[in-house]
């Protein structure tokens, strides 16, 4: 299991900033996070960077327990 961290649009979209989720690898906490908090939040999860323990990633790196993957929207602003 490992924690799912929220920021932005898509805390707003899944009305937390933090959860545990199942999941051997970051793709299938993020399919675990879809799946639970359905379509709105998948679309703007899509758009996401992804982060595993602090450093960017991809969807087939495996995840251990307790290990953090966050979600960060894009920024803009100026």
Request: aromatic residues 6%; hydrophobic residues 50%; charged residues 15%.
């Amino acid at each position: 299991m490992a924690v799912l961290r929220l920021f932005a649009s898509v805390r707003v979209a899944a009305g937390t900033g933090s959860l545990t989720l199942p999941g051997e690898t970051v793709g299938e906490v993020l399919a675990a996070a879809d799946e639970r908090f359905g379509d709105g939040f998948a679309s703007l999860a899509g758009t996401c960077r992804v982060w595993l323990n602090g450093e960017s990633t991809a969807a087939a790196v495996a995840v251990t327990d307790g290990d953090e993957v966050a979600l960060l929207p894009p920024v803009s602003g100026g």
